[in-house]
C-alpha cells in the first residue's frame, strides 16, 4: 500500500515531459518530476522514492529525503509564517511542511526551532506537523525493557531533566545528571531505558547501564590509547564535554571504565593522561 510521507520502491511506467510517472498500484500514476530523475533511469527501472501532496494536493514523488517520515519527530526551523494559517518548516524538501494554527503550542517566528510530528491531516489526507505532541503519541502503555537502546528527541527541559520522545511513541525523562552538556530541543540521540515505573512513566540515560556500558568503553579507551602511541591524554579529571565528544559517554561511565582497566593492569595513570602498562609474560611461560 502506498501511503504518503513513507518512503516506497516504485517502477518507473513511462516518460513524458513534466519527468517520469511511476507505478502508485491502487493510487495510479505518480509524477517524478523531472529535476530529481537519477541520470540513466529508464522505463522498468525501480527507484526508491518519498510521495507527498504538491501545492495542487496532487500526490508527487521525490528522491530527496525529508527530515522526518510520516510519524517521526523531529526538530525543525521555522522558514515562514502565514496569519491565519500556521508555521511553514524546513524538512529538506523544496517544499516546506506547514504545521496549522490548530497544531500548534506556541507561536513560532522565522529563525525559531519547533519540535513536532509529521501526521497526515484527517480531514485533507496531506501531511502536516504537529507540535500537539500528546495527541499522536501511543496510548497503550510501554512494553521496553531495562538497558534497551532507544531513539531519543529532546523536546523541552524542565526542572529535572529534559523531556523527551522515545522512539517516536512515548514520553520519558532524562535527568540532568545524565546529560553533561547543555541539549537544546530537537536534539537528536542515543539512549538507553533506565526504568518504566507503574505508572508508565519512562527514565532514559545516555549510557548502557552496568558491565554492558563498561566493556564496550574499556575497549574504545584500550584502543584510543593504543592510537596515540600509548599515552593518551584522558584521566579521571578529564573535563566531561571533552570525554563525551571524544568517546561519547558520560564522565561517570568513563571513571568506571577506567577503574575496570587499572584492576586489570592494562592502564596506568601518569601525568596529564594514561598509559598502557608494559605486557606481562605469565610465569608458566619463563619458568624452567
Given at each position: 500500500m502506498i501511503v504518503p510521507g513513507l518512503k516506497h520502491t516504485l517502477c518507473v511506467l513511462r516518460e513524458a515531459p513534466p519527468g517520469l510517472y511511476l507505478d502508485g498500484v491502487e493510487l495510479g500514476e505518480i509524477l517524478l518530476p523531472g529535476k530529481y530523475i537519477p541520470e540513466g533511469t529508464v522505463p522498468g527501472d525501480r527507484?526508491?522514492?518519498?510521495?507527498?501532496?504538491?501545492?495542487?494536493?496532487?500526490?508527487v514523488a521525490t528522491t530527496q529525503t525529508p527530515h522526518a517520515l510520516l510519524g517521526q519527530v523531529?526538530?525543525?526551523?521555522v522558514v515562514g509564517v502565514r496569519p491565519g494559517i500556521g508555521a511553514?518548516?524546513?524538512?529538506?524538501l523544496d517544499k516546506d511542511l506547514l504545521c496549522p494554527l490548530r497544531e500548534q503550542t506556541k507561536n513560532p517566528q522565522v529563525g525559531d526551532w519547533v519540535v513536532a510530528m509529521v501526521v497526515l491531516?484527517?480531514?485533507?489526507?496531506?501531511?502536516?506537523a504537529s507540535m500537539r505532541l500528546q495527541r499522536h503519541l501511543h496510548k497503550k502503555p510501554p512494553e521496553y525493557t531495562e538497558a534497551q537502546s532507544v531513539d531519543l528527541v529532546i523536546v523541552e527541559e524542565t526542572d529535572l531533566g529534559y523531556k523527551t520522545v522515545i522512539n517516536n511513541a512515548h514520553w520519558g525523562l532524562l535527568y540532568k545528571s545524565e546529560t553533561p552538556t547543555t541539549l537544546v530541543p530537537g536534539d537528536e540521540l542515543l539512549g538507553f531505558i533506565r526504568t518504566v515505573r507503574p505508572d508508565g512513566k519512562i527514565?532514559?540515560?545516555?549510557?548502557?547501564?552496568g558491565y554492558q556500558r563498561v566493556a564496550p568503553l574499556a575497549d574504545q579507551i584500550l584502543a584510543a590509547v593504543r592510537a596515540s602511541e600509548g599515552v593518551l591524554a584522558f584521566d579521571d579529571k578529564s573535563d566531561p564535554e571533552a570525554i563525551r565528544e571524544k568517546f561519547?559517554?558520560?564522565?561517570?561511565?568513563?571513571?568506571?571504565?577506567?577503574?575496570?582497566?587499572?584492576?586489570?593492569?592494562r592502564i596506568e595513570f601518569v601525568k596529564g593522561g594514561i598509559k598502557l602498562t608494559p605486557t606481562r609474560i605469565p610465569a608458566s611461560e619463563t619458568a624452567g
Open positions: 527507484l526508491e522514492v518519498f510521495v507527498h501532496h504538491d501545492s495542487e494536493d496532487r500526490l523531529a526538530g525543525f526551523e511553514f518548516l524546513d524538512w529538506g491531516d484527517a480531514v485533507s489526507g496531506r501531511l502536516m527514565d532514559v540515560g545516555l549510557d548502557a547501564p561519547g559517554a558520560s564522565k561517570k561511565a568513563f571513571k568506571q571504565a577506567l577503574g575496570k582497566l587499572l584492576r586489570q593492569r
